[in-house]
Structures are given as C-alpha cells and as structure tokens.
C-alpha cells in the first residue's frame, strides 16, 4: 500500500524568505502527487500535481515542487513567502486516476513577520 | 461553476447516537469521496461513490456508511457513534478520473463526540 510521510511537522519562516516542505513517498510505481493547502477552517485547496513528464511543476500562489524518482520526493518549494501563506500544507498520493487520495500528516507553516 | 457545500458546518452529539452528514457536488461531477480528518493529523479515505454505487472503501467500520443521489450529491451515515469519531468530514467532488481533472473539496463538517 502507498504511504506519505512529512517529516516537518511545523514549519516557522519570515515574511519574504524562501521555503522548502518536504514530502516523501511510499509506492512501487510513480504515483499522482499532489500538494493541497488548508486554511483553519477550510477544505483543502490543490496547489499543484504531478503526473508525468517535466519532474518540476508550477502551481498557484508561486509555489512548485520537483519530483525526484530516485529520491522518491516531491518537495513543494515558494522563493518568497508572504504572511497569507501560513497554513497547512498536504502532500498526497493516489496511484491511480480513479484512486483514492493517501495524505501526509501535514505541515503546519507558521509566518513571522 | 458552483462548488461543493457541506452541511451542517458544525454539530455535536452523544456517544451512541446516530448521524448524516450532507455534501453537494459540483456540477459535472459524478463521483464523491468522503474523508475523516482527526485534530494533528491528515485525511483519511472512507469510501467514494460513483454514480450511486459505493466503489472503494478505506479501512472503516460497516457502521461508516453512505448514499449517493441521482443528482450525485452524498450523505455519510455513522452508526453508534464513538468518542474517536470526533473528527472534521471533507467530502471532495470529481469526475471518474479525479486524479486527472481534479477534486473540489468542501469545507467539512465538524463532528464532535461527547
């Protein structure tokens, strides 16, 4: 079975620094991946995904992340951080297009100013 | 393009009773997933529905069960319920290939146990 693991829990950065969210994966085979965004409150907003082909992908609000086969990564990275970023930060799997979602636990971004 | 509505946004009920939570789909979509997402932690797959059928089903009690209508919009029924079940219920819209054209996501239900 596929698995996610996010080895940050939290996550502090000022306003204007770069950002790095890792996020690696369980699978036999490459999977979807995906990176979703969640404000208190909320439901889950997709930020970028990934299927196949450039292993860097552009999302919205700035942010990418590149897959890496041999690493079994997929890193979500923004160069500038702005205070509206804090959130929680999802990575999930599906392996299949038709497949379920299998989420990380989470990072939990939290922006000084 | 409307999005996906959850209802109702927050309740609270006894250990014991019984719940149904409500989840509209986005028009165009014919497939929902529900999902448990615990304080601290990430979601968790219950099971999808596919054209009024169930057609998966993460590791879930039989007292987890749903309905899909034939306007695609689903309810998630909990039996007995348990301190655990304490948790916020997203249920995400798609088509059949929602890894490829996306998943629309609601806001979720808040479930409190006591």
């Known amino acids: 079975a596929q698995s996610v693991t996010q080895p940050d829990i939290h996550i502090t950065v000022s306003e204007g620094a770069s950002l790095e969210l890792r996020c690696n994966y369980s699978y036999g085979a490459t999977p979807y991946l995906f990176w979703y965004v969640q404000s208190p409150g909320q439901g889950l907003q997709l930020l970028l995904k990934y299927f196949s082909g450039d292993t860097l992908v552009q999302g919205i609000k700035g942010f990418e992340a590149e897959f890496k086969r041999s690493q079994s990564s997929f890193n979500l990275r923004k160069p500038s951080v702005h205070w509206s970023d804090a959130a929680e930060y999802f990575c999930a799997v599906s392996t299949g297009t038709a497949s379920k979602l299998t989420f990380g636990t989470g990072t939990r971004l939290q922006v000084t100013l | 393009e409307t999005g996906v509505t959850q209802s109702p946004t927050h309740l609270i009920k006894t250990r014991g009773q019984q719940v149904t939570l409500r989840c509209s789909s986005q028009s165009g979509h014919n497939t929902v997933s529900w999902y448990q997402q615990a304080l601290g932690q990430g979601p968790q797959f219950i099971f999808q529905y596919y054209r009024e059928e169930e057609n998966g089903r993460g590791n879930f009690p039989p007292r987890f069960s749903g309905l899909q209508f034939p306007n695609y919009s689903s309810e998630l029924n909990v039996n007995a319920l348990e301190l655990d079940d304490s948790a916020l219920y997203l249920c995400?819209?798609?088509?059949?290939?929602?890894?490829?054209?996306?998943?629309?996501f609601g806001s979720g239900t808040r479930l409190t146990v006591v």
């Open positions: 995400a819209s798609s088509t059949r290939q929602g890894a490829v054209s996306g998943y629309t």
